[in-house]
Nanobody
Framework: VQLQASGGGLMQAGGSLRLSCAASGRPFSRYVMAWFRQAPGKEREFVAAIGGSGVRLLYADSVRGRFTISRDSAKNTVLLQMNSLKDEDTAVYYC?????????????????WGQGTQVTVSS
């Protein structure tokens, strides 16, 4: 599976951005898809994940209620809608994939990774 993330940029606090991750190479529905982020000087952290059917969702406490993960199976794409952005959301965001029925929050459980897209939130 090859993953291509896009959609990052500079946004003021309180604004919105939508990240997209395009997947290619394998049947998309077999894969759990997730977003992680890494801020400067900090460890990579889990943001959100979605099961293969798009029904099961999991969010980090820090983004629940502000971010929404979804998947478009027709386009083999996973989206992360980020609303009410905060300074602490500034990070490089990575999409990841794992052929699995279970959803994991640990980055080490994911096999495939995209190249990352920078999100910068200014106050």
């Amino acid at each position: 599976v090859q993953l291509q993330a896009s959609g990052g940029g500079l946004m003021q606090a309180g604004g919105s951005l939508r990240l997209s991750c395009a997947a290619s190479g394998r049947p998309f529905s077999r894969y759990v898809m997730a977003w992680f982020r890494q801020a400067p000087g900090k460890e990579r952290e889990f943001v959100a994940a979605i099961g293969g059917s798009g029904v099961r969702l999991l969010y980090a406490d820090s983004v629940r209620g502000r971010f929404t993960i979804s998947r478009d199976s027709a386009k083999n794409t996973v989206l992360l809608q980020m609303n009410s952005l905060k300074d602490e959301d500034t990070a490089v965001y990575y999409c990841a994939a794992r052929q699995s029925a279970a959803i994991y929050t640990q980055g080490t459980m994911y096999t495939y990774w995209g190249q990352g897209t920078q999100v910068t939130v200014s106050s």
